[in-house]
């Protein structure tokens, strides 16, 4: 996370804006997920950022769920939303 600090309190959505995940479309599902956040009414409760390489620019784009430490690589646009399940 180069140098990044997630509090464990916040949840936080990490998004790679590395060169690989950049090339495909990571900048286009940072906004899909931050319209997500607002339209559920998270923006307040959920930080979303922008992140380096994770070095898996084969796998990307790769998204990241903290605390949690979930993984999600080969991320697309239309996989951006916010589950309604979720409890933030």
């Known amino acids: 996370m180069a140098g990044e600090?997630?509090?464990?309190?916040t949840p936080t959505i990490l998004v790679c804006l590395g060169t690989g995940c950049v090339s495909s479309n990571s900048p286009q599902i940072y906004d899909e997920l931050a319209a997500?956040?607002?339209k559920h009414n998270l923006s307040d409760k959920v930080e979303l950022?922008?992140?380096g390489c994770h070095g898996f620019?084969?796998?990307g784009p790769?998204?990241?769920v903290e605390p949690e430490g979930i993984?999600?690589?080969?991320v697309k646009v239309k996989d951006a939303e916010v589950?309604?399940?979720w409890e933030w």
């Open 71 to 74: 993984f999600y690589s080969e």
């Open 83 to 85: 589950n309604n399940e």
């Open 57 to 59: 620019c084969q796998r």
């Open 36 to 38: 997500e956040l607002k």
């Open 5 to 9: 600090s997630v509090s464990k309190e």
């Open 62 to 64: 790769i998204v990241i």
């Open 49 to 51: 950022k922008f992140t």
